[in-house]
């Protein structure tokens, strides 16, 4: 059974904003701006302040798994050496990069002039990624290491791993001088990261903490999508706009009782990375009256603002803090908090081929929270864009199965 | 295969088996000495441990490799197809008390598992000492090459905490000196193989270094000390007939079902960049410094290593070097299943290969070793090079 859900507006206006965005992307060169190749989680702003373009390559991934075109880009990484064991967002955007102009993405993302990679989440592909991509373009890579603090960690360690990010941040800043043969702009830097903040908060209470209502006036399909201009805008004055505007509109949901699926009865949780299939998930649960209202990635992809008054400190601390970089047992407490503030009934645990850094949280800390909190859980295997690692009518058939589960539940 | 010179080689015979029985019986020897000496031991996971500060403790620092039995417990914690064979195969120990008698386990950070691993094992253990070495990811920065040296003073502050007992300076120069002692000898030891290739067989060679990862380096040292002294009297037939490899990779554990393969084919290495091979001993550490800063200079000026993030181009530079300046006829590239940081720089090296013109096999290997399918290919690339 199909079942349409309610969009959000803003995802019309999204998209207008990202034409216009990549419209600037491509006219880089005519506009003399440029472009910089960064991860997730590094500190953007530190480059928007100094007119840096920004472009997210595990975004370009997943906008080429949307696509269709990413199995394809996967095995042309594949062709030359690239194992696929390796996670599916790098062998695609490797593959896209190894095709150069000929590249099937959708968006071709214009060549880097540098590209910056922060290490959040222990992943050491990431950095291994940006270097193979920045060997293929010959471009100069900067990493930013933001250790991983683990279970042991003191309150020392938390310490000697901020001052060391700090460094490191303020060893990028002399490097960008150079680089663009400027002084820093460390008022722009200051407007940037008061932009990037206010969009933060604004998403943090119009999406994130709207989805705690019941029933939800979003899902995670909604959480995803509207991440895209946090990671893209949020060092502009348009990003608040939006997710003011987003707020709105969400909260007028709620004060309507409209929820994001119909007659909402299960409310889920998605811990797991964005996926190439979550839109399809989304409407699949729908069809069980069961909502996705929230899950551990958008958490993690976050970063929240602090004191702009000595941005370099504010930047480390948000690294540092991030859930990411946490430990087996903060994951755990993680997923239990959130399990229990939004009211969650299952937990759909897709293992993500070749993302180590997610997946092998995912057995301890299910076993963990269904231990700590009764809610059930549901794990299978796939993979963020390589279709030939998923396998539709079997996830099908297990969350079909899942639902009964928790039906059976319900009634006892 | 041991090669067999008739009637000279029932000395060395002796050693060798001396090495080979402390590989096979892995950890029930340890057990023994433990009880024995009253010593505390100390499991430390692959790769990148400065096993010398564990050492300067008293304590015996050993190489957790893997084991050969069965994986049922560890399964439940990682996913087979996440983790590698080593980590799964060292949490299967840790989890079915195969590991219990260990003092402490240190781990190093250098693969996207090896932290949880940590942190899951902490779950499941009661180890006085449980470290994480939260090693930079780059070492091209000040403020990363500073941050080795205060990972290896956090190590040994951890190490002190456990013991109640300040490690002097002494005590680790002096470690540092037995350490550095056992990497010349096995540095001898390559360098005879190189020079007379076909003396020892690689599987022979793969044991000695195991053997040393698992006990005490005093003891190694003298064993292997003996074995030089035997092996330097040997004559060896030399001859060109055999093709002559470089072996490269095998992160973490041992390859030997690749080894013996190549042994049986009757090829011949000249020298290895393997784990448990030249990658374990190459780098001294220099003697006449702080220790703790000489152990940090080591771990940065070490070979390349896809676990510091250089550049792979180094790594890359350094295995094709290695094969032309032998002389070698090619090179075999053993990717452990699932280990990302060799397979994230393997790409890099292969076209640095093959733009040399240099003969390449890559042969990926998982817990039950190598296929049967990939045993014939290894067979073929010898043939191959043989009629070159
Ligand atoms: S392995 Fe996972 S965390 Fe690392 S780059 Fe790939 S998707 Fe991101
Ligand atoms: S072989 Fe690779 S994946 Fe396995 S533990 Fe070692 S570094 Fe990690």
Redesign the pocket.
């Known amino acids: 059974m199909e079942i349409k859900l309610p969009r959000l507006k803003a995802q019309t206006i999204q998209r207008q904003l990202f034409i216009d965005y990549w419209q600037e992307l491509h006219n880089a060169k005519e506009s003399e701006k440029k472009v910089a190749w960064v991860s997730g989680m590094s500190p953007s702003e530190l480059l928007s302040a100094m007119d840096f373009l920004i472009i997210y390559p595990m975004n370009h991934s997943a906008t080429c798994g949307a696509a269709g075109v990413a199995t394809v880009l996967c095995e042309i990484s594949e062709q030359n050496g690239y194992s696929p064991d390796l996670c599916g967002y790098q062998r695609c955007d490797i593959g896209s990069a190894l095709m150069g102009e000929q590249t099937l993405s959708p968006v071709r993302p214009p060549r880097p002039d540098l590209m910056l990679v922060t290490s959040n989440q222990q992943c050491h592909q990431i950095f291994k990624w940006f270097e193979n991509i920045s060997r293929i373009y010959d471009v100069p890579l900067i990493m930013v290491d933001v250790p991983f603090l683990d279970d042991t960690a003191t309150k020392d360690d938390e310490l000697s791993a901020l001052k060391y990010v700090k460094e490191q941040l303020q060893e990028f800043i002399y490097f960008l001088e150079g680089f663009t043969k400027r002084r820093y702009n460390y008022d722009r830097l200051q407007e940037c990261m008061a932009y990037a903040s206010a969009a933060y908060d604004l998403w943090y209470e119009g999406l994130f903490n709207a989805a705690k209502n019941i029933p939800s006036p979003i899902s995670t399909f909604d959480l995803f999508i509207h991440l895209g201009p946090m990671l893209y805008l949020r060092s502009r004055p348009e990003a608040v706009d939006y997710y003011r505007n987003l707020k709105d509109e969400v909260l007028e949901r709620v004060a309507n009782g409209q929820g994001a699926v119909p007659d909402e009865k299960f409310r889920l949780f998605l811990n797991g990375m964005n996926w190439m299939k979550i839109p399809s998930l989304a409407k699949l649960c729908a069809s069980y009256n069961a909502c996705m209202v929230t899950g551990i990635y958008p958490l993690l992809f976050t970063l929240k603002g602090g004191d702009i008054s000595r941005p370099v400190e504010t930047m480390a601390k948000s690294a540092i803090n991030s859930l990411l970089n946490r430990g087996l047992q903060t994951r755990i407490n993680a997923v239990e908090n959130l399990v229990r503030d939004f009211a969650i009934d299952g937990i759909i645990a897709p293992t993500i081929r070749g993302c180590k850094p997610i997946s092998s949280f995912q057995l301890e800390t299910m076993r963990e929270v269904e231990r700590l909190t009764g809610v059930p859980n549901l794990e299978f295997e796939t993979c963020m864009v390589d279709t030939r690692y998923h396998s539709d009518a079997q996830v099908e058939v297990r969350i079909q199965a899942f639902m009964e589960l928790l039906e059976n539940r319900v009634k006892k | 295969m041991h090669l067999i010179v008739p009637g000279e080689k029932l000395f060395m015979e002796e050693t060798l088996k001396r090495f080979i029985a402390a590989k096979q019986s892995l950890y029930d020897n340890l057990k023994q000495w433990k009880k024995a000496s009253g010593k505390k031991i100390v499991g430390c996971h692959?790769?990148d441990i400065p096993e010398e500060i564990v050492h300067a403790a008293g304590m015996l620092p050993i190489t957790l490799m893997g084991f050969d039995g069965a994986i049922t417990h560890a399964t439940r914690s990682l996913q087979p197809t996440i983790a590698?064979n080593?980590?799964l195969e060292n949490l299967e120990m840790c989890l079915n008390g195969t590991l219990d008698f260990l003092d402490g386990v240190i781990f190093a950070d250098?693969?996207d598992?090896?932290p949880i691993l940590s942190d899951i094992w902490l779950r499941h253990s009661h180890h006085v000492l449980h470290h994480l070495m939260v090693m930079p990811k780059h070492l091209n920065s000040p403020s990363s090459r500073r941050r080795v040296s205060e990972q290896f003073l956090r190590l040994k502050a951890a190490i002190e905490k456990q013991n109640n007992k300040k490690i002097s300076d002494r005590a680790l120069k002096h470690s540092i000196g037995v350490y550095n002692q056992n990497r010349r000898l096995l540095k001898r030891l390559y360098d005879l193989r190189l020079c007379k290739p076909g003396l020892l067989s690689a599987s022979d060679v793969s044991a000695v270094v195991t053997a040393g990862m698992l006990m005490r380096k005093e003891d190694h040292n003298q064993l292997v000390e003996q074995l030089l002294l035997e092996l330097e009297n040997l004559p060896v037939p030399t001859s060109d007939m055999h093709v002559k490899l470089i072996v490269s990779g095998s992160?973490?554990?041992h390859c030997d079902s690749v080894l013996s393969v190549i042994d049986a084919q009757g090829a011949y290495i000249l020298e290895d960049d393997l784990y448990i091979g030249s990658r374990y001993f190459t780098s001294l550490t220099n003697e006449d410094i702080d220790p703790i800063e000489a152990l940090a200079q080591r771990y940065v000026d070490d070979i390349p290593s896809p676990?510091k993030f250089f550049d792979a181009n180094a790594w890359a530079n350094y295995i094709s070097n290695m094969v032309i300046r032998d002389k070698a006829d090619g090179i075999i590239i053993v990717m452990?299943k699932?280990?990302?940081?060799?397979a994230d720089d393997f790409p890099c090296i292969q076209n640095k290969l093959n733009n040399g013109g240099i003969p390449c096999l890559m042969i990926e290997i998982e817990r039950a070793g190598v296929s049967e399918q990939d045993k014939t290919r290894i067979q073929a690339f010898i043939d191959m090079l043989g009629v070159q």
Do not use: A, F, K, N
């Open positions: 692959p790769m590698c080593i980590l250098v693969c598992t090896i992160l973490c554990g676990t452990r699932l280990c990302e940081i060799h």
